[in-house]
DNA sequence: AAAAACCCTGTAGTGACTTCAGAGTCAATA
DNA sequence: TATTGACTCTGAAGTCACTACAGGGTTTTT
C-alpha cells in the first residue's frame, strides 16, 4: 500500500508518517520503482501500536522502548510495567495541575460582573494582587 | 537590581527574562556602564503579574493582551471576561482528556502481574489488542 | 493533452523555553 | 598582583511532536 492508504487506513497524516520514519519509529519500507514508499500488513499495524501509545500521551523516546519490548519478548515485564509507572505518574501530576488551574481560573472569571471598564474589573484587580502576593480583598471572610 | 536579583526576587530563570524582552512581554530595561540590564520594581512586578498568567497556563499572546488591558484602563471589560473565558473552556477540554488518559493508565497498569516475560504480559497483549481495534478477553463480562 | 491528484526530498516554523559557545566584567582571595 | 570564581553579555542552536511549505516528479482522470 502507498502512503496515502496507510494515511487513510490508520488516520496519521503522511507528514507525520514520514517524520516517524525519519526518528525510526517505523522501519524505511521499500519502495516502487517510481520511488514511492509501499508498505505491508506489519506496518499499518505498528503504526496503529504507536497511535495507540500517543493516544495514551506517551512520549515518542518511551514508545520506542514499548516496541522494543513488543520486539523482545523474553525480556523482563518489569520494565514495562515501570515504564506505564512513570507514564501514570507524569498523567497523575497533570491532572492535579489542571484540577488547581480549573478552580483558580472559575474563581477569577466570578470576580467579574459585566458592563464596565478594565479600570474597575475584579479580574484585573485580582490579577495584579495575586502578582504582589496579596489576598483580594473578597477572599477576606466577613467576620 | 541586575538580572541575577531580579532572577531571585521571582524564581523566573535568567535566560527566560531575556527571552520575554527579546519577545517584548517586558520592557528592555536601563543598563549601566558595563552593560548590565538595570530593573526597577515596576518591572518585578510586570514579570510576577506574567508568572502569574503563565501559572494559569496562559499563552504568552494572551499575557500580551492581559498586559494591554493593564495598560488602557478605559478600554471594555468585556474582552478581559471573553479571554478568561477562552482560557477556562481550554482548560477543561485538557481536563476531561486527561481524565480520560489517567482512566485508561490505570486499567492498563492493572492487567500486569508480576514476575513473568513480555510476552506474557497483559499490558503488552493489551497495547497490541487496542492498536487491533479489538476489545482484551479480560472486558468482556463474565455471563 | 491537460488537469487533478498523488508522491518525493529537504527545510523551516510552532511555543516556551533551555542550553551552549565564546567573551567581557567584577569582587575576593593567594 | 595575579588569578580564581561568580556574574553578565550576545547570538545561535536544541527541545518535542509535529505541521507547512517549496519545488520538483509521477500517475490517473477528464
Ligand atoms: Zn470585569
Ligand atoms: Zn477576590
Ligand atoms: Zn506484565
Ligand atoms: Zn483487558
Redesign the pocket.
Known amino acids: 500500500m502507498?502512503?496515502?492508504?496507510l494515511?487513510q487506513a490508520t488516520g496519521v497524516?503522511?507528514?507525520?508518517i514520514?517524520?516517524y520514519e525519519k526518528e525510526g519509529l517505523i522501519p524505511a519500507p521499500a519502495?516502487t520503482?517510481?520511488?514511492?514508499?509501499n508498505y505491508g500488513s506489519a506496518h499499518l499495524e505498528r503504526l496503529s501500536f504507536i497511535r495507540h501509545c500517543?493516544a495514551l500521551d506517551m512520549?515518542?523516546?518511551e514508545i520506542k522502548r514499548m516496541l522494543g519490548f513488543v520486539a523482545h519478548p523474553d525480556a523482563d515485564c518489569g520494565d514495562i510495567n515501570r515504564l506505564i509507572d512513570e507514564q501514570l505518574a507524569r498523567v497523575r501530576v497533570r491532572l492535579k495541575s489542571m484540577r488547581a488551574l480549573e478552580k483558580q481560573l472559575s474563581q477569577l472569571r466570578a470576580h467579574c460582573g459585566a458592563g464596565h471598564t478594565a479600570a474597575e474589573c475584579g479580574i484585573l484587580h485580582e490579577l495584579v494582587a495575586a502578582a504582589q502576593g496579596e489576598a483580594c480583598a473578597c477572599h477576606t471572610k466577613a467576620p
Open positions: 502507498r502512503i496515502g492508504e494515511c497524516g503522511i507528514e507525520t514520514r517524520y519502495r520503482d517510481n520511488g514511492y514508499r500517543r512520549p515518542l523516546a
